[in-house]
């Protein structure tokens, strides 16, 4: 079973930049595939980006060149670093996790999921 803890939510002005992180429990956190999903009100969740264990990416057109999603293996961790923030990217951010190798993108494809931080921006 692996656990999922994001932080690094909070309110940000439009152009700025914050720093998701994702801990995760477990001892096999490097045989996880980790994604990124948020919804925002009234709408579905939605894919933003995923890793696999040696750090092949995947991105939602949407946040490609503004979104980074990076893990250290060592700290059982997963980053998303969001730069050049807009209104529309304020949602509840989760971080999922799923074994094997593939960069799913649908929700339904994940195992395990944290509870969500709020990232707003506002303009």
């Known amino acids: 079973q692996v656990q999922l803890v994001e932080s690094g939510g909070g309110l940000v002005q439009a152009g700025g930049s914050l720093r998701l992180s994702c801990a995760a429990s477990g001892r096999t956190f490097s045989s996880y595939t980790m994604g990124w999903f948020r919804q925002a009100p009234g709408k579905e969740r939605v894919f933003v980006a995923a890793?696999?264990?040696?750090?092949?990416?995947s991105y939602a057109d949407s946040v490609k060149g503004r979104f980074t999603i990076s893990r250290d293996n060592a700290k059982n961790t997963v980053y998303l670093q969001m730069n050049t923030l807009k209104p529309e990217d304020t949602a509840v951010y989760s971080c999922a996790a799923r074994l094997g190798t593939k960069l799913a993108s649908l929700p339904t494809e994940y195992d395990h999921w944290g509870q969500g931080t709020q990232v707003t921006v506002s303009s």
């Open positions: 890793i696999s264990w040696s750090a092949v990416t």
